[in-house]
């Protein structure tokens, strides 16, 4: 496997929508996605975050009014249905976005997040794989669409009087809290998740009874593989390399190094180039 010192991927976004999409995993998930040319939607209650993970409690729902037992009853029930169709029903898929201004600032883009190298990445051992954004909205759609409700957005971070608000309507009775003017509740996380800088791609299929895995084809989408500061080259490259061709002969590998003093999905004078044209058409 061949680390270029300058890697000449060109990850600049020329417009408001960003060109790539990362997701950093473990060495061995990595050559699983490869090999199998597949990604994993996962199920909310598989998320990190408590406020997707955990189930409300039906002691919590508001009722208007006075209504009767029975009444009340019926609403209880509607509330307990939403609630395991939004466990069964929802998949996600999770990675990392370039924060703007993208170009100018090492720190936010997507692949140079040393804590998600730490989390997600078995302490930097791990890998960053880069995708191209268009193509796996498109693929995602083209797979999920005649089945179910598919979105592809960028999770906004708010407080927690904010997130609170997003909460509430888990408390009051509702037919569905996954059509398409509800669904913004699963695009919102708490500040502290900030740094993630998390786009997703959700799915809603309300046919699925059960919480598992869904495979997604990605030989088409994924474009690069940047390979961790602490990653063994001696012990897995072989593997790695094999893994990509078996996927996709396409893919660049690229090797992180956090002493490089310029983008390394940049050279020095592209990024001048780049910047000078923007500033041009301010």
């Not at 954004?133 to 904010?162: H, M, P, S, W």
């Not at 897995?236 to 996709?248: F, P, R, Y």
């Not at 390394?264 to 301010?282: C, G, H, V």
Request: hydrophobic share 35%; glycine share 4%.
């Amino acid at each position: 496997m061949i680390y270029p010192k300058k890697l000449d991927l060109n990850a600049y976004n020329t417009d408001d929508a960003p060109r790539y999409l990362y997701h950093y995993t473990k060495f061995s998930s990595a050559v699983n996605i490869l090999k199998t040319g597949k990604f994993l939607l996962r199920a909310l209650e598989k998320m990190n975050d408590p406020h997707e993970y955990r189930l409300r409690q039906t002691s919590g729902v508001v009722f208007d009014g006075n209504p009767s037992f029975q009444e009340c009853a019926d609403i209880v029930h509607k509330h307990d249905d939403a609630i395991a169709e939004r466990k069964n029903a929802v998949r996600i898929a999770s990675f990392s976005i370039d924060k703007k201004p993208h170009w100018c600032i090492l720190s936010e883009r997507g692949w140079n997040r040393m804590s998600m190298w730490t989390y997600y990445a078995e302490s930097h051992a791990g890998v960053c794989l880069i995708f191209n954004r268009k193509q796996l909205e498109k693929d995602f759609k083209n797979t999920f669409g005649a089945v179910g409700q598919c979105y592809c957005r960028q999770i906004q971070y708010v407080n927690e009087c904010e997130l609170n608000q997003y909460e509430e309507m888990f408390w009051k009775p509702n037919n569905s809290y996954l059509d398409e003017k509800n669904v913004d509740h699963l695009f919102v996380k708490a500040n502290c998740y900030a740094p993630e800088q998390e786009y997703r791609l959700l799915l809603v299929n309300k046919d699925l009874k059960e919480s598992t895995d869904i495979e997604f084809p990605i030989r088409n989408c994924i474009c690069g593989i940047i390979t961790g500061d602490k990653f063994d080259k001696s012990k897995n490259a072989a593997e790695l390399q094999t893994a990509i061709e078996t996927c996709n002969k396409d893919i660049r590998t690229f090797e992180m190094d956090y002493n490089m003093p310029d983008d390394p999905l940049y050279s020095r004078a592209e990024r001048t180039e780049f910047i000078n044209e923007t500033l041009k058409n301010l």
